[in-house]
Each structure stands twice: as C-alpha cells, then as structure tokens.
C-alpha cells in the first residue's frame, strides 16, 4: 500500500459525492460524530475504506462469501428474533455483498486498530487483540459447523448484552423512548434519538403501514400511534428513517417500536465489479440487505422484510436499541476481557459465513475450511489491518479539518 497522504480534495469529494442529497439536518449529526474520531470516521466512511484497499491477492483471489460489507466492533450486538428469543450477531448489513471472504475481516481487523483510542489499548495491545479475534475466526472456519452464541454459555460482555435484553421488560424500554399520557403514548423527540416528522412524512408513512397492516394476520398490531424522524448509526444518518410506535399488543405497556430506514447502494459495489464478481438480480436494495442478513444470521431479525415506502427501498424491522450494542470502549484496559469479546466477534463471522455458504455463487463450506487452512494469509491479514488504520487516520485528519474550515457547511445548510 501506498503510504503516501491522502489528498484533500479527493477525500473531500468523495465525503460529498457519498453524502449527496441526504437530509442535512441528521448529516450535520454524522459529519459531527465523524470528526470525533478515526474510528468514528471509519465508520461512517466506509466507501472510502474500500477505495483504499490494496490490491493483493488475499483481497482479489480469496474464495466469495456473503459479506455484511461493514464490519467493525460496534457492528455486533443482541436482538431479538421472530421467535422472541435473544441472540447475539452481526447487527447491519446496509453494504451487505457476495465478496471475498477476507473483506468483512480485514474491515474489522480495522476498526479494533482504529479504535485503540477508545480501547485505551496501546498499539501493541490492539495488534495481540486483533490476533484473537483472527485465531478465533480461522479456527471457526476450520471447525466448519455454523452455530451461534447461547446467553446460557456466553459470558462477559457478550453475556452482560444477551441477559440484558432477556430481562428487559418492554414497559421499562417504552418508558426510554416514550411519553405516556394516561393511556396513550407518543415519542421522545428530542434531537437525540428521533426528530419530530413533517405532515407530509406522516402521512406518507401511516399510508404505507396502513396497507402492511391490512396484510397480516393482525391488522390491529401495526395500528400507527406516533412517528418520528430516527437517529441513529453513523454511516446511514441522513438517509430516509422513521421510528414508527405502534398499537402492538396493546397500550399502553403493549406498544412496539418499528425501525423503517432507506437502502441504498453498497459501498462495496464498485470494487466488486471491477473484481467481475458478479452479484445476484436483485430486486431492489433493501432485498440485497434482507436476503444476505436472512442467510447469514442464525434467527431472523423480528419484522425483517424489504418493503417500498412510496416507491423507496426501505428495509422495515424492530427497533433495535444502540445501547444494544458492543460498546467496546466501556471495557478498557482489561485486556483477556477485550480478547475474549473479538474472540466471539472472529467465530461469529465465520459461523454467518459457513450458513450462508454455497448460497447464489458463494464458496462452499468445503472451500472456506481449506483456505482457514492455509498458513500464510494471518500475518499479512494483520500488515494490512495496520496500514488501513494509518490511511483511515490520515483521512479523518483531512475531514476534520475541512470540517471545521467550513468546506461542508453547503451541504448541510438546511433548505
């Protein structure tokens, strides 16, 4: 890889280019979280990760798998699925492609390196934490039986998530994100998970569930109570996304929280043509990101199903709660413990990879267990991650500071 520095306008341009239309309210919000952080960044630039990656064999001639397309380690956490039951996975796969089997890695690999900061972990600590969670996936893979992580053997902070949600008693969770008034309730639109939407957005929205809802089984579940515009995610803000609280099983301690967010393209898409790895006919969007996240998770995400909201690719599912997530950092210099978590993030990966494999032109498990096997791809998988942090710093610096020069202030001016 190229160590030389990242020009400005290219960075810049590209930051704009990616971001073109979005709504400038909640991009300000992203541009804002962007310049807190090289991981940060990372995140919510995941096209320019792929515009960096070098060109080598590991990252061309590697055997294809379905890929969630942006990996790092706030991407995992616990949902709960149609079954009710808590489980513990990768939890978006917006960039969600057939790729090389080593992309979702090495982006992951990244972002343990990229966040040493928030790990308060030396360089040296990252590198021997990113060595676990590499070991761990290698030796998943070898195993080559797809399974998934039990709340009853899990432990430590995956368990702290899994128990947490199992607990959680949906009366307690409505009150976080709610107001209750006798017995009605009506969103908390405070500019820091929702913001209020116009009448037309409404409108729009209760029009689209009213017809989902005649649809089901019960039509009366998906009764509209209350919408807001979501906040939420780093790499998404921006796009088209609606909180949306419904009757449910009731109210008011009965309500459910539906999540409807715009698909767009995958930040991958560009570089796996150019490998000619050819992708499915998909549908739209939001198919591409329900198929792969259906083939590559153990349960289905509760609601998941790609829906058109007036005539836009929107991925419809259950609220999911960012407190959900791995929130690494809170974990700090206890080492073992930080392994033990990126050991679990390795097997995960690799147990999605095995389900969904020999599915539309991905590797068979046969294939993925023989190069795990191999012996020379490990070190280089780890050169690589390091000179991707230095590049994703360079390029953060680079936004930072044309961020606070002013160089976005058109694109986020409100209209």
Same mark, same amino acid.
């Given at each position: 890889?190229?160590?030389?520095?990242?020009?400005?306008?290219?960075?810049?341009?590209?930051?704009?280019?990616?971001?073109?239309?979005?709504?400038?309210?909640? /991009?300000?919000?992203?541009?804002?979280?962007?310049?807190?952080?090289?991981?940060?960044?990372?995140?919510?630039?995941?096209?320019?990760?792929?515009?960096?990656?070098?060109?080598?064999?590991?990252?061309?001639?590697?055997?294809?798998?379905?890929?969630?397309?942006?990996?790092?380690?706030?991407?995992?956490?616990?949902?709960?699925?149609?079954?009710?039951?808590?489980?513990?996975?990768?939890?978006?796969?917006?960039?969600?492609?057939?790729?090389?089997?080593?992309?979702?890695?090495?982006?992951?690999?990244?972002?343990?390196?990229?966040?040493?900061?928030?790990?308060?972990?030396?360089?040296?600590?990252?590198?021997?934490?990113?060595?676990?969670?590499?070991?761990?996936?290698?030796?998943?893979?070898?195993?080559?039986?797809?399974?998934? #992580?039990?709340?009853?053997?899990? #432990?430590?902070?995956?368990?702290?998530?899994?128990?947490?949600?199992?607990?959680?008693?949906?009366?307690? &969770?409505?009150?976080?994100?709610?107001?209750?008034?006798?017995?009605?309730?009506?969103?908390?639109?405070?500019?820091?998970?929702?913001?209020?939407?116009?009448?037309?957005?409404?409108?729009?929205?209760?029009?689209?569930?009213?017809?989902?809802?005649?649809?089901?089984?019960?039509?009366?579940? &998906?009764?509209?109570?209350?919408?807001?515009?979501?906040?939420?995610?780093?790499?998404?803000?921006?796009?088209?996304?609606?909180?949306?609280?419904?009757?449910?099983?009731?109210?008011?301690?009965?309500?459910?929280?539906?999540?409807?967010?715009?698909?767009?393209?995958?930040?991958?898409?560009?570089?796996?043509?150019?490998?000619?790895?050819?992708?499915?006919?998909?549908?739209?969007?939001?198919?591409?990101? #329900?198929?792969?996240?259906?083939?590559?998770?153990?349960?289905?995400?509760?609601?998941?199903? =790609?829906?058109? /909201?007036?005539?836009?690719?929107?991925?419809?599912?259950?609220?999911?709660?960012?407190?959900?997530?791995? =929130?690494?950092?809170?974990?700090?210099?206890? /080492?073992?413990? /930080?392994?033990?978590?990126?050991?679990?993030?390795?097997?995960?990966?690799?147990?999605?990879?095995?389900?969904?494999?020999?599915?539309?032109?991905?590797?068979?498990?046969?294939?993925?267990?023989? &190069?795990?096997?191999?012996?020379?791809? #490990?070190?280089?998988?780890?050169?690589?991650?390091?000179?991707?942090?230095?590049?994703?710093?360079?390029?953060?610096?680079?936004?930072?500071?044309?961020?606070?020069?002013?160089?976005? =202030?058109?694109?986020?001016?409100?209209?």
């Amino acid at each position: 890889m190229s160590k030389q520095p990242y020009q400005q306008t290219s960075v810049i341009d590209a930051i704009l280019g990616n971001n073109k239309g979005r709504d400038p309210q909640r /991009l300000t919000m992203k541009y804002a979280k962007m310049a807190q952080s090289p991981f940060i960044f990372l995140r919510g630039a995941c096209h320019l990760f792929y515009d960096g990656l070098p060109d080598l064999p590991l990252f061309r001639d590697a055997p294809r798998a379905w890929s969630c397309g942006d990996l790092h380690f706030e991407n995992f956490g616990s949902y709960k699925g149609d079954n009710r039951l808590v489980y513990f996975d990768i939890n978006d796969y917006d960039e969600a492609a057939l790729a090389p089997l080593t992309w979702d890695m090495i982006r992951l690999l990244t972002s343990i390196q990229c966040g040493a900061g928030a790990l308060n972990a030396t360089h040296a600590e990252s590198l021997a934490v990113s060595l676990s969670c590499l070991n761990a996936y290698r030796n998943a893979l070898i195993n080559g039986k797809a399974l998934w #992580v039990e709340r009853e053997t899990s #432990v430590g902070l995956v368990n702290a998530l899994l128990t947490t949600l199992h607990g959680r008693e949906r009366a307690t &969770f409505l009150d976080k994100r709610t107001i209750r008034k006798n017995h009605r309730r009506s969103l908390i639109l405070d500019g820091v998970k929702a913001l209020p939407a116009s009448d037309a957005q409404k409108e729009m929205v209760t029009e689209f569930l009213d017809n989902f809802a005649s649809m089901q089984t019960e039509p009366k579940f &998906f009764q509209v109570l209350d919408i807001g515009r979501r906040i939420a995610g780093t790499g998404s803000l921006g796009v088209e996304r609606y909180v949306v609280l419904v009757e449910g099983k009731g109210s008011p301690d009965g309500n459910y929280l539906l999540d409807i967010k715009e698909a767009k393209p995958s930040a991958m898409a560009p570089h796996l043509a150019r490998l000619g790895i050819k992708q499915p006919g998909w549908l739209d969007e939001a198919s591409r990101v #329900v198929t792969v996240q259906n083939r590559m998770q153990a349960i289905d995400h509760a609601f998941l199903q =790609a829906v058109k /909201l007036d005539g836009l690719p929107c991925i419809l599912k259950g609220l999911q709660p960012s407190e959900d997530r791995v =929130a690494i950092g809170e974990w700090g210099k206890k /080492l073992d413990r /930080l392994k033990e978590v990126v050991a679990t993030m390795g097997r995960v990966l690799a147990w999605d990879q095995l389900r969904a494999s020999g599915r539309s032109g991905s590797a068979s498990a046969d294939e993925l267990i023989a &190069f795990a096997q191999r012996d020379d791809w #490990v070190p280089e998988m780890l050169d690589v991650a390091t000179e991707m942090t230095i590049m994703t710093r360079r390029q953060w610096e680079v936004f930072a500071g044309a961020l606070s020069g002013g160089q976005f =202030a058109d694109q986020t001016r409100r209209t």
